[in-house]
């Protein structure tokens, strides 16, 4: 079962190198570096990265971001075809210092709700201890400048997401719907779903530790608990 | 004129006597002052001419609180070195010994007062201005007349400062190309200045002090400059570091057609042909439009950190 889990943005920017001589998003880094952190901290048998991607497939456990997809001058000796979104979870897994067992699952990009829970349920029964590092960012439509320009349903779109990670409201995430989530770029939607699968039937205790959308995208860091014994919510055995 | 006609080309002595000149080197630091430069810095040194009468904004900076002020200006704007110069290329009026050392010594003084990190340059062909610059507190003497004077290289090893080796041809000090022809002028290029080079460490000049600069325009019509600056690559190859000096210069203007003030867009694209070959020192007169040029350059290389990168990566 999910003994503790962490939610992170998961854009390119969120590899130092990759933003040239000014850091740019340093607040948000911190904050993932945090959140991870309190994963490593808790002594898992093992922590499970899930990201979005392409198709739904599990990675090799000792791959690691291909910077040189992003940036060809960095070069690097990541692992080719890596989903980004995979790439960065295991860089925060390395930056926080972790060596033990991880996995790596990606989430196809167009799984439906069920399939996304059905996986997250299959990946919390895969350990008694196991931590999860979920990948996903929200809507990419947020203003003008956004890559993909102004999109009026976006915000509250967002408002909603992020109302229903602050509440730990798990059904409110399942029930995110998938077509307006596309249009509105907002690749998160299938990893959210993976969590909510992941942490049962339970209302984890959640905090967002940045939340912010400094390039039209919506990122949220939060960490999720869960709840202690006499609560009866948690766990999905 | 100089009328001294100390050396000349033909002061050198024999080739062979002082080895190959094709003879290379690794690309190591360059040294000047108490600074250390990596071969993947690009470094601009910018123009502050002593003079009335220079081709470039004649007049600009010989008021020297107008002077000050520039070396204000290229400080902040990002130059790496300064070079003072009080005698135009051109031919013109006199110049005598004492005027030179009158236009040039105090204000690298000053200079050297208001910043004493600066890396200083002195633009001259005379040992005596080099020598008094030098005690004056510069850094590096710019021989742009290729080693005319021969007890400049001497004078740059006994003070220890650098000493740039450059081509003429053979002209004399401030006369213009005439009916100047080559059998192969890089090759020209190549044996004049790493002859100069040898010889100014057979002086006693540190080696990672001297840069080789073919010198556009200087005993070359504009084929042969844009010849050079086709073959730069000859010369980084030697592993000598190379400077430019091409702003605003005769040849970039005939080839566009363009004036003396509309020159800037050629300057930068050979100066970006030149940063692009391996040469690392850029003589410029503007100083944070070359730096712009040289930084993208160098990101192109991969030499350089791009500023802020979040396009596509958001």
């Known amino acids: ?237 | 004129m100089d009328d001294r006609a100390i050396g000349g080309p033909g002061s050198l002595g024999p080739l062979d006597s002082l080895g190959p000149p094709g003879a290379k080197r690794e690309p190591g630091l360059l040294r000047f002052g108490r600074h250390e430069f990596p071969p993947g810095r690009l470094l601009v040194m910018a123009i502050v001419n002593r003079t009335p009468d220079s081709f470039y904004r004649p007049g600009l900076t010989w008021d020297e609180t107008a002077a000050m002020e520039r070396v204000h200006t290229v400080v902040a704007e990002g130059a790496d070195i300064v070079d003072i110069g009080g005698v135009p290329a051109k031919p013109g009026a006199e110049v005598t010994l004492d005027e030179e050392i009158g236009r040039t010594v105090p204000f690298v003084e000053a200079v050297r007062e208001a910043y004493p990190n600066l890396v200083i340059s002195v633009d001259t062909w005379r040992n005596e201005v080099g020598r008094a610059a030098c005690i004056a507190g510069a850094d590096l003497l710019n021989d742009t007349w290729s080693g005319w004077d021969p007890k400049l290289a001497e004078v740059a090893a006994e003070c220890g400062v650098g000493l740039v080796c450059s081509h003429t041809g053979g002209q004399h000090p401030r006369t213009r190309v005439f009916r100047r022809v080559y059998a192969d002028v890089m090759a020209d290029v190549l044996n004049r200045t790493l002859t100069l080079a040898q010889r100014a460490v057979q002086a006693g000049v540190d080696p990672s002090r001297i840069l080789i600069d073919p010198a556009h325009d200087f005993g070359k019509n504009t084929w042969h400059s844009l010849e050079i600056s086709r073959r730069l690559a000859d010369m980084t190859a030697t592993g000598w570091p190379v400077l430019v000096s091409v702003s605003n210069k005769d040849f970039v203007g005939e080839t566009l057609g363009a004036g003396v003030e509309d020159r800037l867009a050629g300057t930068l694209a050979v100066t970006s042909v030149a940063a692009w070959l391996g040469a690392r020192v850029f003589r410029a007169h503007h100083v944070v439009q070359t730096r712009q040029a040289l930084d993208m350059v160098a990101a192109v290389k991969g030499d350089f950190q791009p500023a802020r990168v979040l396009k596509g990566l958001v």
């Open chain 1, 1 to 237: 079962m999910i003994i503790r889990a962490a939610l992170c943005p998961c854009p390119p920017i969120l590899a130092r190198e990759v933003t040239g001589r000014d850091p740019v998003v340093s607040g948000m880094r911190e904050a993932c570096a945090e959140v991870t952190a309190r994963l490593v901290e808790v002594g898992p048998d093992v922590i499970i990265v899930v990201g979005p991607a392409a198709e739904t497939a599990g990675w090799d456990s000792a791959s690691r971001l291909d910077l040189s997809a992003i940036a060809p001058a960095l070069g690097g000796s990541g692992t080719p075809g890596l989903p980004l979104s995979l790439g960065l979870g295991v860089l925060l897994l390395d930056q926080a210092g972790y060596s033990g067992p991880r996995v790596l699952q990606a989430v196809g990009e167009h799984e439906p709700a069920p399939r996304c829970t059905e996986l997250g349920d299959k990946l919390s029964a895969s350990a008694a201890r196991a931590a999860l590092l979920v990948m996903g960012d929200g809507s990419a439509r947020r203003s003008p400048a956004a890559p993909g320009h102004l999109d009026e349903r976006a915000a509250p779109f967002d408002a909603q997401v992020e109302r229903a990670i602050r509440d730990g409201d798990l059904a409110a995430l399942i029930a995110v719907d998938a077509a307006l989530a596309r249009d509105l770029m907002a690749t998160g939607r299938p990893a959210w779903q993976v969590l909510a699968g992941a942490m049962g039937t339970g209302q984890p205790i959640t905090e967002v530790l940045y939340a912010d959308d400094p390039f039209g995208v919506a990122y949220l860091v939060a960490g999720f608990e869960v709840a202690p014994n006499g609560a009866g919510q948690a766990g999905a055995s």
